[in-house]
């Protein structure tokens, strides 16, 4: 599977985690070149994971039936579909590519499937026997008078009947009684002016260009339809529930916080308004029927802070990277010094209500969020995890104290809108069980072959109904809920290499963790990364796997092990839950995860080191091919791969900040993705299914 071609040069440059300099810009305020907010002296993760190597050797490969290198023949393009609902050029015939699609069976199920070739394309590229579309692109009109989206003429007021820019997380939720229809739900995490705007001058932009980038944050519900003879998926414009939520919608501010001096404004003295969401990273699906959207680096977007608490989240004492201070005052911290502490928050969204307010729940704690996803104990109470994307930052989990009731009446859904606002937030702390004398930072495996090892939730801050407990000394409930990452640094929580996406296996319970990387490297008196020694660095990432106690949601202890560690595979400090290491895709950087019907764990990417583009892999949990890791799909230049779905017969993949390469501009394009030349480049949604229109990996 691997080395199908040789490894070109990395086109994201040489800025942390393989990102070009543009994106570190605006997805990220440059958050990589800052100083650590985390300046705490809590044990680090890598320290950990040094001295926690355990009990499963790689020599388990004798049991594991080895896997021919596969893949010549992926199916990608040379430029992606010109329209919606055209299938991948140059894809080969549905009978051609239905044989394609059964002779690749071997893997586990879920992942029998030719895996794509490492590759530099500016296209989605997908494996022999699979096709593809383009869902939905930024710009396209959703709402009933929204234009037909011209990037030369576009105004604030166009963008926000528009789908909007940089999707990241999606969800697909059902719409009974409307035939091959879904609900499809994005997030926008953040706008790029350089390849929105001609000629965008970043010193001075115009407040014009200020407001369409508020417009083009936020969500965007939109009903989609499925082909019932393919498994293409398009937009239906201008249904009656497509809806935009941007910078400027109405929000309510509940649980907690909600009142508290903490988050008063001028502009909102009761503490309980807030306009806009801002760039909502990864989230998750509730039981219940709604979308979580977690606020992540909302840091870049205020200017000129001077208190410590806004270092702890690296908020700068200057101007910010899109000047919106000069337009709002909200954004300047000096005038406005609340307006900040209303960010940071997991939202929660009814798509099925177009009239309903969205709410920041702010008992799950103020961070970078950089997922929510839900669980339920055996008595109904939801359970929350979420990362904190940031290195050496933490990863969360909410445990709920209401249980959810089942109906679809107001009352029913009124309740279980409010689940979220009471409960326990714990912050996780590991610890390893190996001896560290076995542990020389090259990432070899100690005697017992595993890193792995036992691990603790600690109770931070309880909110119920009469009122909030803090568990931190020194600090009160609010302040626990609104400098969450303090209360983490009081209480010795474990120090990660950016912890992302969190995500339960919903066949077998385990939790898994997304852990990037280190950017930490090359930064002012910081060491380079070192290939010879690429765990000290932690150049590509990793993903642990959490174990609950007693399999249960609720529980405060947990075991944990490394069920991957990213890289090159013939590099000797990468590891693949044990599977043979010459019979694996190469991966780095995972970023989001999710999970098909069989319990494999799918991973996307996000700035990849190993000189290919990003992508998204499959890989298996359980079983004689546990850690068999594939890659599905390779996205375009400068383009990271966000949101992935996985169902039977279809995957989503959301392609975000195609092009987004050093020296870019509408002027002098770097990718010319979705549409071809002589076109914006656009980030949107892609479909991937069977030509033979047969289940996904079977």
Not at 13 to 19: D, L, T
Not at 29 to 46: I, L, R
Not at 383 to 390: F, K, L, P, R
Request: with cysteine; proline share 6%.
């Amino acid at each position: 599977m691997r080395k199908l071609l040789p490894l070109i040069g990395t086109p994201s440059g040489s800025h942390p985690g393989g990102r070009s300099a543009m994106t570190c810009r605006f997805r990220c305020g440059d958050a990589c070149f800052h100083e650590v907010p985390n300046t705490s002296s809590n044990e680090y993760v890598g320290d950990v994971i040094a001295g926690a190597l355990s009990r499963r050797s790689m020599m388990r490969a004798a049991a594991v039936v080895t896997v021919a290198a596969a893949g010549a023949g992926a199916a990608g393009v040379a430029q992606a579909p010109q329209a919606a609902a055209a299938p991948a050029t140059g894809a080969p015939s549905a009978t051609a590519a239905s044989e394609a699609a059964r002779r690749n069976t071997k893997g586990a199920r879920g992942l029998r499937f030719a895996p794509v070739a490492p590759n530099t394309a500016d296209a989605v590229t997908v494996p022999e026997g699979y096709r593809q579309n383009v869902v939905i692109r930024w710009g396209e009109p959703i709402l009933r008078g929204a234009p037909a989206f011209d990037p030369e003429k576009q105004t604030a007021k166009a963008q926000a009947g528009q789908f909007g820019y940089n999707c990241d997380f999606l969800a697909l939720l059902p719409l009974p009684g409307e035939r091959n229809r879904q609900l499809l739900v994005a997030n926008h995490e953040y706008t790029d002016e350089i390849l929105m705007f001609r000629g965008y001058d970043a010193a001075n932009p115009t407040r014009e260009q200020a407001e369409i980038a508020w417009a083009a944050h936020g969500l965007s519900a939109v009903v989609v339809e499925g082909d019932r003879k393919s498994g293409r998926l398009t937009a239906v414009s201008r249904h009656q529930l497509n809806r935009r939520v941007t910078a400027t919608t109405e929000f309510r501010l509940t649980g907690p916080v909600a009142g508290s001096e903490l988050v008063k404004t001028s502009a909102d003295p009761s503490g309980t308004k807030v306009l806009g969401t801002l760039n909502n990273c990864s989230g998750g699906v509730t039981p219940w029927g709604t979308t979580l959207h977690g606020e992540e680096n909302f840091n870049q977007y205020f200017a000129n802070s001077s208190r410590a608490t806004d270092k702890r989240y690296g908020i700068g004492t200057g101007a910010s990277e899109r000047k919106w201070e000069r337009f709002d005052k909200r954004f300047d911290v000096a005038q406005e010094p609340n307006e900040v502490h209303r960010f940071g928050y997991v939202v929660e969204f009814d798509p099925y209500d177009p009239a309903s307010t969205p709410r920041k729940h702010t008992a799950l704690g103020r961070f970078k969020h950089e997922a929510a996803t839900v669980r339920l104990t055996h008595d109904g109470r939801p359970v929350v995890y979420s990362g904190d994307d940031e290195r050496f930052d933490y990863f969360y989990k909410f445990v709920g104290s209401k249980r959810m009731k089942h109906g679809t009446s107001r009352a029913v859904r009124e309740h279980n809108l409010s689940l979220l606002d009471e409960g326990t937030l714990y912050v996780a702390k590991l610890t390893g069980d190996s001896p560290a004398i076995e542990i020389d930072g090259t990432g070899k495996l100690p005697k017992d072959g595993e890193f792995d090892g036992s691990g603790e939730w600690i109770p931070l801050a309880t909110a119920t109904a009469k009122g909030a407990v803090s568990h931190v000394d020194g600090m009160s409930a609010e302040e626990v809920f609104v400098f969450t990452r303090l209360a983490g640094d009081k209480v010795g929580a474990t120090k990660m290499d950016r912890p992302e996406d969190i995500e339960p296996n919903p066949v077998t319970g385990k939790v898994y963790v997304a852990l990037t990387n280190n950017s930490n490297r090359g930064v002012g008196s910081n060491a380079k990364a070192d290939e010879a020694n690429p765990r000290n660095a932690n150049k590509h990432g990793h993903v642990l796997e959490l174990t609950e106690r007693w399999n249960r949601p609720e529980s405060t202890r947990f075991a944990w092990s490394l069920f991957l560690v990213a890289g090159d595979p013939d590099d000797p400090a990468t590891y693949f839950a044990g599977f043979p290491k010459d019979a694996v895709s190469q991966i780095s950087c995972p970023d989001n995860v999710a999970f098909d019907p069989y319990g494999n764990l799918w991973i996307s990417t996000d700035g990849a080191q190993l000189g290919s583009h990003d992508g998204l892999f499959g890989v298996a949990t359980r079983g004689e091919r546990r850690g068999e890791l594939k890659q599905f799909l390779t996205v375009p230049k400068g383009a990271e791969t966000c949101g992935p779905i996985i169902q039977d017969r279809r995957v989503l993949v959301a392609v975000q900040h195609p092009g987004e390469i050093d020296g870019a501009s509408v002027e002098k394009p770097a990718s010319t993705w979705p549409d071809g030349p002589g076109t914006y480049v656009r980030p949107a949604v892609v479909a991937v299914w069977r030509a033979d229109g047969c289940d996904i990996g079977v």
